[in-house]
């Protein structure tokens, strides 16, 4: 058997599983299926998502769910401002040797250690304590007392916020924003898929969600991620986006007027990395204009620092980086993701 047929036999395999993977979640999701295809590129992509939304629109129900279908121990921590960066990692606590009666430290594992962490309101603790998911998310090991804990692999965090009552919240610094691969934001449901979403929540039919997909299927599709092609000119397309947020260097005079600061080489890994994960989601082995268009705007939501007069006028993110690529691609129609 080649190579390639191999290859295509595994992408097959793979995007069976995943389509499975989404009618578990669609058991208890109605509509969503933008926010969805996110949650699964970031997966494919072997990144951590941040989703925003208002209460009541099943952030936390959809990583559940999401969770509950695939074969990967799962945690949820509450982030509350009281929490303390030991009840995410962990502590050492004293122990005793029956046999010959020495004491001595042994570290207790926190709930950062699985493979699956939803971090809820993530902004509602200290900076202190968002710090400690820094060197979690970034280098996929845990430092306590000077030793490093690897964590198991497949990781992924998918933290939460609320957009409103920011009274009382801390919000997440610019570094640890930069390492979520994409910030996602769930928007109300329309009204066909609201009333859907009254019929299916208040009866007395339970859905039970099945575990179609396990963690070593998760690293297969990684690893065919970084196979999916892209062409140079794709890559230079990508680098001239990325470049273009920076105020100051930008081509486009929209960028210079409102923006701050602009997006880092990284915008780039993660744009190119979730046009893979993308393309390889629809069964295809090429990444198209297409797919970068659909990762821009999650890509650099967070990585696009808007002026003050930017804000007063209500510039966002999203404006800038729709008005990028009217200029930078304007054979192609957008819209706000």
């Given at each position: 058997?080649?190579?390639?047929?191999?290859?295509?036999?595994?992408?097959?395999?793979?995007?069976?599983?995943?389509?499975?993977?989404?009618?578990?979640?669609?058991?208890?999701?109605?509509?969503?299926?933008?926010?969805?295809?996110?949650?699964?590129?970031?997966?494919?992509?072997?990144?951590?998502?941040?989703?925003?939304?208002?209460?009541?629109?099943?952030?936390?129900?959809?990583?559940?769910?999401?969770?509950?279908?695939?074969?990967?121990?799962?945690?949820?921590?509450?982030?509350?401002?009281?929490?303390?960066?030991?009840?995410?990692?962990?502590?050492?606590?004293?122990?005793?040797?029956?046999?010959?009666?020495?004491?001595?430290?042994?570290?207790?594992?926190?709930?950062?250690?699985?493979?699956?962490?939803?971090?809820?309101?993530?902004?509602?603790?200290?900076?202190?304590?968002?710090?400690?998911?820094?060197?979690?998310?970034?280098?996929?090991?845990?430092?306590?007392?000077?030793?490093?804990?690897?964590?198991?692999?497949?990781?992924?965090?998918?933290?939460?916020?609320?957009?409103?009552?920011?009274?009382?919240?801390?919000?997440?610094?610019?570094?640890?924003?930069?390492?979520?691969?994409?910030?996602?934001?769930?928007?109300?449901p329309t009204a066909e898929e609201e009333r859907a979403i009254l019929q299916s929540t208040t009866g007395k039919v339970k859905q039970v969600i099945n575990k179609v997909i396990e963690?070593?299927?998760?690293?297969?599709?990684?690893?065919?991620?970084?196979?999916?092609?892209?062409?140079?000119?794709?890559?230079?397309?990508?680098?001239?986006?990325?470049?273009?947020?920076?105020?100051?260097?930008?081509?486009?005079?929209?960028?210079?007027?409102?923006?701050?600061?602009?997006?880092?080489?990284?915008?780039?890994?993660?744009?190119?990395?979730?046009?893979?994960?993308?393309?390889?989601?629809?069964?295809?082995?090429?990444?198209?204009?297409?797919?970068?268009?659909?990762?821009?705007?999650?890509?650099?939501?967070?990585?696009?620092?808007?002026?003050?007069?930017?804000?007063?006028?209500?510039?966002?993110?999203?404006?800038?980086?729709?008005?990028?690529?009217?200029?930078?691609?304007?054979?192609?129609?957008?819209?706000?993701?």
């Amino acid at each position: 058997m080649s190579a390639l047929h191999k290859t295509e036999e595994a992408v097959t395999e793979i995007i069976t599983k995943l389509n499975a993977l989404k009618n578990e979640i669609r058991k208890k999701i109605v509509g969503q299926e933008e926010t969805i295809d996110q949650l699964l590129i970031t997966f494919l992509a072997g990144g951590h998502a941040l989703l925003e939304g208002v209460p009541g629109l099943a952030k936390t129900l959809m990583i559940r769910t999401l969770s509950d279908a695939i074969d990967l121990k799962f945690r949820r921590i509450q982030f509350t401002p009281d929490l303390m960066p030991s009840d995410i990692i962990g502590t050492e606590i004293l122990e005793e040797d029956h046999a010959t009666g020495k004491r001595f430290f042994k570290f207790n594992k926190g709930p950062v250690f699985s493979n699956i962490i939803l971090a809820d309101e993530i902004n509602r603790t200290s900076p202190k304590t968002q710090a400690a998911l820094l060197e979690a998310m970034q280098e996929f090991e845990v430092t306590y007392a000077g030793t490093t804990y690897p964590l198991e692999r497949p990781f992924f965090i998918l933290a939460t916020q609320n957009p409103i009552e920011q009274a009382g919240t801390f919000p997440l610094p610019e570094a640890q924003l930069d390492r979520f691969l994409l910030y996602i934001r769930i928007l109300y449901p329309t009204a066909e898929e609201e009333r859907a979403i009254l019929q299916s929540t208040t009866g007395k039919v339970k859905q039970v969600i099945n575990k179609v997909i396990e963690g070593k299927d998760i690293i297969s599709a990684q690893q065919l991620v970084r196979e999916v092609h892209i062409s140079p000119e794709m890559i230079d397309l990508v680098s001239r986006i990325v470049r273009a947020t920076r105020p100051g260097n930008s081509e486009v005079a929209y960028v210079n007027e409102w923006g701050r600061w602009g997006a880092g080489p990284r915008a780039g890994q993660a744009m190119i990395l979730t046009a893979k994960a993308r393309a390889l989601l629809l069964g295809n082995f090429a990444v198209t204009i297409d797919d970068l268009h659909h990762v821009a705007y999650p890509v650099l939501r967070h990585r696009i620092l808007m002026g003050f007069k930017a804000e007063a006028e209500g510039i966002t993110p999203d404006m800038v980086t729709q008005r990028l690529l009217e200029q930078i691609t304007p054979d192609r129609s957008n819209k706000i993701k």
